[in-house]
């Protein structure tokens, strides 16, 4: 089983920048890519950023240029920095990690619990 801790969200105004961590533990043989997705109520989880295990990185159209996303794989995990928030911004923020659990088992996708974001105009 592998388990994705998040931490980093909270409460900024217009224009300022959070940084959101997501550490996976337990039964990791590898990592492959790593991701944000993001879903306000009511509304389908949509992607914010991801990154492959060769590190090429994807965007949303609406968060290019102002997000960055990285990774650590010495310690498993995957950073999303986000700068010059918009109030559009608002959600709860979800990592997605797909995981090879041992050698020859297929991947896993794990989801982590969210961590809220709240930009205030």
């Known amino acids: 089983q592998v388990q994705l801790v998040e931490s980093g969200g909270g409460l900024v105004q217009a224009g300022g920048s959070l940084r959101l961590s997501c550490t996976a533990s337990?039964?990791?043989?590898?990592?492959?890519?790593m991701g944000w997705y993001r879903q306000a109520p009511g509304k389908q989880r949509e992607l914010v950023a991801r990154?492959?295990?060769?590190?090429?990185?994807d965007y949303a159209d609406s968060v290019n240029g102002r997000f960055t996303i990285s990774r650590d794989n010495a310690k498993n995990t995957v950073y999303l920095q986000m700068n010059s928030l918009k109030p559009e911004d608002t959600d709860v923020y979800h990592c997605?990690?797909?995981?090879?659990?041992?050698?020859?088992?297929?991947?896993?996708?794990?989801w982590g619990q969210g961590t809220q974001v709240a930009v205030s105009s």
């Open positions: 337990g039964s990791i043989f590898r990592l492959n890519a």
């Open positions: 997605l990690c797909t995981v090879v659990p041992a050698f020859r088992m297929p991947e896993h996708d794990y």
């Open positions: 990154i492959t295990s060769g590190s090429t990185t």
